[in-house]
């Protein structure tokens, strides 16, 4: 047996007369030392470490208990000194107890090659290189399309600052991979969202990652001719209309205002976000598996730790079984030495995943396996935590949403592409107001995605909504619990990251509300397509009459309903508002083959 092995290994006295004596231990070490001896095998002593402290054990036996692994007294797997372990196999002998805890694993250490996990600083650093050369050409070459060959100082000033934050950051890569997802979401036509901070980095503009352009105000035309507004508190969406003094041509309205700071304060490392609809997911996954290849494309894996509430319960009942008495504070530093404390094997991110680069080998990073260790799994994740691959990796965060989805489906029904809505349109607006007629119908926000809420119609009760703007400020006003009392009257110029967010979800609502207003055939049977699942078939079949009176039920006896029929509710409300613009139900013909 000796023989199968490189090294042997002996541990100290771990103390458990449970299980056997002190003398015992030793007797058992000296027998492992001696056969080491008759087979020309080192013997290393090791600590067999689980915690630092002696006093941790107590969060070993908590661990423990829990599990239904736990003993009257855990193995005293404290960090020792390398006194402390001369001192425990004294009873070999000085020479010995030197041998196997200094000598041996100095001598063990040194039969091992250098071994370097990642890549060189050097590679990285060429792949650096070259992924900034590649960034660069693509940006410059599209804000020269765009505005002219000779960029304009508001552009050329924007590109160069962003360009320099990019490569000293080494995130060339984070852009190229999400610029090559939004192409694939061009090809496949459907519409992407990009809810984190993009769209503060005209670099991700150009580059096609988000649609939201953050320069200011501006008006600009194919010939090369352009002219900006600084420091003008609007959206170049409201500018008027205006014809190139050049060419003769209308000039295209762009530009939200957006400072870098916001992008530059916001990134984590973390990569992009995508939200793409629900039916787009598999595409997704094919064109990234033919664009990098399948071998490149891994899941992220997750290293979850313990709820709060969890080990606050573990700890209670470790010192009540062993009536101790013990303080708050004392109680609260035990969850937070638990709390991130591994508590099962690596699971799946549900919408995170990792592209290598083609000349790295995966394995060389971190092991891979099955989620949760499930051998039936089909999928393939980090074994680390991927935090811990910070630096070496591209991660993007790609999440199905229903709600674009839908606006998939409104943009191919009414024939109207998203990049033709015009953003001054005044039936639109006047819906953000709060209602807006449709021949002798009101029609309100009802599915509108995140204004269609009370605390929302509290705020445009009181923000009069004349232009694309008010919009973006009346969703910021939204946000948080106090900011709607404490803001309104005047916009908060201090929370620039908030209103990149909101120009994002302003956008969406209002193409939400213009095919609402514009194309309400589209809008609805989007909308109940989408959220088939709350659609109340029976009921809203049968016509207004029936929806009331389901409504009104529903208002007698809501305290006894569950959350989804409060969303069943919901529709038969949008349902009702549908009739009563002239669109009705039919029974569809065709069968099912």
Request: aromatic share 12%; glycine share 6%; hydrophobic share 35%.
């Given at each position: 047996i000796v023989e199968f092995y490189d090294y042997l290994e002996v541990h100290p006295d771990y103390k458990l007369p449970k299980y056997c004596s002190t003398q015992d231990v030793a007797?058992?070490?000296?027998?492992?030392?001696?056969?080491?001896?008759?087979?020309?095998?080192?013997?290393?002593?090791?600590?067999?470490?689980?915690?630092?402290?002696?006093?941790?054990?107590?969060?070993?036996?908590?661990?423990?208990?829990?599990?239904?692994?736990?003993?009257?007294?855990?193995?005293?797997?404290?960090?020792?000194?390398?006194?402390?372990?001369?001192?425990?196999?004294?009873?070999?002998?000085?020479?010995?107890?030197?041998?196997?805890?200094?000598?041996?694993?100095?001598?063990?250490a040194g039969l091992i090659e250098g071994v370097c996990p990642f890549r060189t600083s050097v590679a990285r650093y060429d792949q650096n290189v070259r992924d900034s050369l590649t960034l660069r050409r693509n940006v410059q070459a599209r804000a020269k399309r765009l505005y002219s060959p000779r960029l304009p100082e508001t552009v050329r000033a924007r590109l160069y600052e962003e360009l320099a934050w990019i490569r000293i950051r080494r995130h060339s890569s984070h852009f190229l991979v999400a610029a090559d997802l939004a192409i694939g979401a061009k090809e496949g036509q459907f519409p992407v969202g990009d809810y984190q901070y993009a769209g503060a980095s005209l670099v991700a503009y150009l580059a096609g990652i988000t649609a939201i352009n953050p320069l200011p105000p501006h008006w600009r035309c194919s010939c090369g001719n352009s002219n900006f507004f600084t420091n003008s508190g609007m959206s170049g969406l409201e500018l008027g209309s205006r014809y190139c003094p050049t060419c003769d041509t209308q000039m295209i309205r762009d530009g939200h205002?957006?400072?870098?700071?916001?992008?530059?304060?916001?990134?984590?490392?973390?990569?992009?976000?995508?939200?793409?609809?629900?039916?787009?997911?598999?595409?997704?996954?094919?064109?990234?598996?033919h664009t990098y290849g399948k071998d490149r494309i891994i899941g992220l894996g997750i290293i979850n730790g313990r709820n709060p509430q969890v080990v606050r319960r573990m700890a209670e009942t470790y010192f009540e079984e062993r009536n101790i008495k013990t303080a708050k504070t004392f109680l609260e530093k035990i969850i937070q030495n638990i709390k991130d404390v591994k508590c099962s094997p690596a699971q799946q991110s549900p919408s995170g995943v990792i592209v290598f680069d083609k000349d790295v080998d995966v394995h060389g990073l971190t092991p891979l396996q099955r989620p949760g260790n499930d051998c039936y799994s089909q999928e393939v994740i980090t074994h680390f935590d991927y935090r811990s691959l910070t630096g070496y990796i591209v991660k993007v965060n790609i999440s199905e949403s229903d709600v674009l989805e839908a606006l998939g489906i409104m943009e191919k029904m009414s024939g109207r592409p998203l990049g033709e809505i015009p953003y001054e349109d005044e039936c639109t607006l006047q819906l953000f107001s709060g209602r807006t007629r449709d021949k002798k119908t009101i029609v309100g926000l009802a599915g509108i995605p995140e204004f269609d809420v009370p605390k929302m119609a509290a705020v445009l009760a009181k923000i009069k909504i004349k232009r694309f703007r008010d919009i973006v400020r009346a969703y910021g006003l939204c946000r948080g619990v106090d900011l709607f009392f404490t803001r309104v009257g005047k916009p908060d110029k201090g929370h620039v990251q908030l209103k990149t967010i909101a120009t994002a979800r302003a956008m969406l609502a209002y193409q939400y509300a213009y095919y609402k207003v514009h194309h309400p055939t589209a809008f609805y049977?989007?909308?109940?397509?989408?959220?088939?699942?709350?659609?109340?078939?029976?009921?809203?079949?049968?016509?207004?009459?029936?929806?009331?009176?389901?409504?009104?039920?529903?208002?007698?006896?809501?305290?006894?309903?569950?959350?989804?029929?409060?969303?069943?509710?919901?529709?038969?409300?949008?349902?009702?508002?549908?009739?009563?613009?002239?669109?009705?139900?039919?029974?569809?013909?065709?069968?099912?083959?």
């Open positions: 007797r058992y070490n000296l027998a492992v030392v001696k056969a080491g001896e008759r087979n020309g095998r080192l013997v290393v002593a090791s600590g067999d470490i689980h915690y630092l402290h002696p006093g941790d054990v107590m969060y070993r036996e908590m661990i423990q208990d829990q599990s239904n692994e736990g003993c009257s007294r855990a193995p005293n797997l404290h960090f020792r000194t390398t006194t402390e372990m001369l001192e425990a196999f004294s009873y070999l002998g000085a020479k010995k107890a030197r041998e196997i805890v200094v000598d041996n694993p100095l001598q063990i205002d957006l400072p870098f700071e916001t992008f530059d304060a916001s990134w984590n490392n973390d990569g992009f976000d995508f939200e793409i609809p629900i039916s787009k997911m598999t595409y997704m996954q094919s064109f990234m598996e049977a989007a909308f109940f397509q989408v959220y088939a699942d709350e659609f109340d078939l029976a009921t809203i079949f049968r016509g207004e009459r029936a929806i009331r009176a389901e409504m009104k039920k529903y208002q007698r006896l809501k305290s006894r309903y569950v959350p989804r029929e409060q969303r069943r509710q919901e529709v038969r409300g949008i349902a009702l508002e549908m009739y009563r613009r002239g669109i009705v139900l039919e029974k569809s013909h065709c069968k099912n083959q």
